[in-house]
């Protein structure tokens, strides 16, 4: 997986994988044409296109080779205290449970930090509670809420933020996510290749000092069982690790 800024060319995937998204996240709360109309009302060409030309504005792929994964795009606001706004965070449903979504929130609060932002804003409807939890297990609190209009119909968009400067801003690999009541942190930059996606280690704390467990990002639970030959596979999902080399000490 690699990042990149947005080009024009992009344009039409990056309306197809906002469809497919909006269509997985929020159906049936949103019907096939009121998602198409907020694909029209907020992912046209000419949107993509000053999104891109905008200095101000970061338009980011998440891509493997040739495929699009996901995109976020963020902007910074104000001037007595600059906001990184995330507008937009799209993962394609095929690929997520990979860990796309964090690593895409981390990137795009990286460049934002790095244009002045003091703290990011992010933005769901109310009735995607997968897009609050989301933001909420990467440190961010409800903020405050609005009404919008998507085509004829009027929906509540729920704002989400944190201050830059706290823990887990910015370009750390390192995000925290709750598991049994308590917060882990997922070492994105130490992942290993499952058969259905990758497993993360996760850390008691931001200095690495303990190992908990292994996030399985197919089902995003830490069941995880580690055999003595250096695998290991999720008990929830059956993705599995086999280690990269056989050596005598596992014999």
């Given at each position: 997986?690699?990042?990149?800024?947005?080009?024009?060319?992009?344009?039409?995937?990056?309306?197809?994988?906002?469809?497919?998204?909006?269509?997985?996240?929020?159906?049936?709360?949103?019907?096939?044409?009121?998602?198409?109309?907020a694909?029209?009302?907020?992912?046209?060409?000419?949107?993509?296109?000053?999104?891109?030309?905008?200095?101000?504005?970061?338009?980011?792929?998440?891509?493997?080779?040739?495929?699009?994964?996901?995109?976020?795009?963020?902007?910074?606001?104000?001037?007595?205290?600059?906001?990184?706004?995330?507008?937009?965070l799209?993962?394609?449903?095929?690929?997520?449970?990979?860990?796309?979504?964090?690593?895409?929130?981390?990137?795009?609060?990286?460049?934002?930090?790095?244009?002045?932002?003091?703290?990011?804003?992010?933005?769901?409807?109310?009735?995607?509670?997968?897009?609050?939890?989301?933001?909420?297990?990467?440190?961010?609190?409800?903020?405050?809420?609005?009404?919008?209009?998507?085509?004829?119909?009027?929906f509540?968009?729920?704002?989400f933020?944190?201050?830059?400067?706290?823990?887990?801003?910015?370009?750390?690999?390192?995000?925290?996510?709750?598991?049994?009541?308590?917060?882990?942190y997922?070492?994105?930059?130490?992942?290993?290749?499952?058969?259905?996606?990758?497993?993360?280690?996760?850390?008691?704390?931001?200095?690495?000092?303990?190992?908990?467990?292994?996030?399985?990002?197919?089902?995003?639970?830490?069941?995880?069982?580690?055999?003595?030959?250096?695998?290991?596979?999720?008990?929830?999902?059956?993705?599995?690790?086999?280690?990269?080399?056989?050596?005598?000490?596992?014999?």
């Amino acid at each position: 997986m690699e990042f990149r800024d947005a080009t024009p060319s992009d344009a039409e995937r990056i309306r197809e994988v906002a469809r497919e998204s909006l269509s997985a996240s929020y159906a049936p709360a949103l019907d096939d044409e009121t998602i198409d109309a907020a694909v029209e009302q907020w992912y046209t060409r000419e949107n993509i296109q000053r999104a891109v030309e905008e200095e101000e504005t970061m338009l980011l792929l998440a891509v493997d080779g040739d495929e699009m994964l996901g995109f976020s795009k963020g902007v910074v606001v104000g001037r007595r205290e600059p906001v990184g706004e995330i507008h937009w965070l799209h993962v394609a449903p095929d690929h997520r449970g990979r860990g796309v979504g964090a690593r895409l929130l981390d990137h795009v609060e990286s460049a934002l930090g790095d244009a002045g932002a003091e703290r990011f804003a992010g933005f769901v409807l109310d009735v995607n509670e997968a897009g609050a939890a989301f933001y909420e297990r990467h440190g961010y609190t409800e903020t405050g809420s609005r009404d919008i209009e998507i085509g004829e119909a009027e929906f509540l968009e729920l704002e989400f933020g944190r201050r830059s400067d706290m823990d887990g801003a910015g370009a750390s690999p390192l995000q925290p996510v709750s598991v049994e009541g308590a917060t882990r942190y997922v070492a994105y930059d130490e992942g290993e290749q499952g058969s259905l996606a990758p497993f993360y280690p996760l850390y008691n704390d931001r200095e690495r000092s303990a190992q908990y467990a292994y996030l399985c990002s197919n089902c995003e639970t830490a069941d995880v069982a580690v055999n003595s030959m250096g695998g290991y596979e999720c008990n929830t999902c059956a993705n599995r690790h086999k280690p990269s080399r056989w050596d005598a000490a596992y014999l």
